[in-house]
């Protein structure tokens, strides 16, 4: 497992296995090595988008965003979304301070997607 992201996410990729290399890619290298997954998982975001363009098999997590309004391209892509009563509120922190719409989002859910992948 590698994990990728921005310099901004090496907070939460604290205490993640495998290898971290939040905020340690260019742009070039990290689409480099989505190329080369065998699956990825991914928040909405530009990286998501990149692995569905690559073709990578693909589970998108969304929370406060909507797949609705921006969706990973069809393919081998399965979008994960609780559409909880609050959601989508668009906001990177929860407005109401649960973040359900993303802690609620399992590991076993998440692996369960993978596997149909």
């Given amino acids: 497992m590698v994990l990728l992201g921005s310099p901004n996410d090496a907070q ?7 290898v971290n290399l939040v905020g340690k ?27 569905a363009a690559l073709g990578r098999p693909l589970v998108a997590l969304f929370g406060s ?12 892509s399965r979008v994960l979304w609780l559409k909880i009563e609050c959601s989508p509120c668009y906001q990177r922190e929860c407005p109401l301070g649960h973040f359900r719409c993303m802690r609620e989002l399992t ?8 596997a149909t992948l």
């Fill in 12 to 18: 939460a990729a604290r205490g993640i296995g495998g």
């Fill in 25 to 51: 890619t260019t742009l070039d290298e990290a689409i480099d090595l989505i190329a080369g997954a065998e699956r990825v998982v991914s928040n909405d975001s530009g990286l998501m988008h990149i692995a």
């Fill in 65 to 76: 965003s909507s797949p609705e309004k921006t969706p990973p391209q069809a393919g081998a």
């Fill in 107 to 114: 590991v076993e859910r998440v692996l369960a997607e993978l």
